[in-house]
């Protein structure tokens, strides 16, 4: 079975700065792995997602993750963050031959100004 | 375009009430699945269901019931509500991979969630 750990449950963070929000994840097939937002009241959508090919991952809003099968751990990472990048961030992981998507328990960004 | 629909929205319930929740999907997804959100716990899936007649249990299955009995719907049911069950429930389809294959890619199209109280 898949689980996914994330590491930070609040990450501060000033306007302008780099940010990296951890993940690892467990599981004993090969994965896909996916980060996904969640604005203040409102649902998830998707950020960027691993399949498969290249372990770098670009995805909107100019974040992008990459994808380390040795240290089974999948970071986002933007290199400068705005006021409208507040929000949390969940990343998630399913097996390739398992249609089960398990989410980890959140890291919630705030930007300082 | 409407995407995942979920209703109601919002619903208050006395314990030991029933009530179902009703997620609908226009994208012809065959995958449909059932997640709860409490704060510090991320989301957690209940249900899912990989086509139209499927149910498959999911990480906290206990007190909910499902049913697919039509590929754009799936439905949560709640027989005897429980204060442990207050809780956001958001609802997500997912297609199939391109290739065809009976293989889900793990992309989520999700609903806008549906906050119930149990009191």
């Known amino acids: 079975a898949q689980s996914v750990t994330q590491l930070d449950s609040q990450v501060p963070v000033f306007e302008e700065a780099p940010v990296e929000l951890r993940c690892n994840y467990s599981s004993s097939v090969s994965v896909y792995l996916f980060w996904y937002v969640q604005y203040p009241n409102q649902g998830l959508q998707l950020l960027l997602k691993y399949l498969s090919g290249s372990t770098l991952v670009k995805g909107i809003n100019g974040f992008e993750a990459e994808f380390n099968k040795s240290q089974t751990s999948f970071h986002l990472r933007k290199p400068s963050v705005h006021i409208s990048d507040t929000a949390e961030y969940f990343c998630a992981v399913s097996g390739n031959r398992d249609d089960k998507i398990i989410f980890g328990k959140g890291t919630r960004l705030h930007i300082l100004p | 375009n409407a995407g995942v629909t979920q209703t109601p929205k919002f619903r208050v319930l006395k314990t030991g009430q029933s009530m179902t929740l009703l997620c609908a999907q226009d994208?012809?997804?065959?995958?449909m699945y059932w997640y709860r959100q409490d704060p510090g716990m991320g989301l957690r899936l209940i249900h899912y269901s990989v086509g139209e007649g499927t149910t498959a249990k999911g990480e906290v299955p206990d007190g909910y019931n499902v049913s697919r009995l039509k590929k754009q719907n799936f439905l949560l049911g709640l027989e005897s509500a429980a204060p442990s069950q207050t809780s956001v429930y958001f609802c997500a389809s997912s297609p199939p991979s391109a290739a065809g294959e009976y293989q889900n890619t793990g992309e989520l199209f999700f609903g806008e969630g549906s906050r119930l109280t149990v009191l």
């Open positions: 994208m012809n997804h065959e995958y």
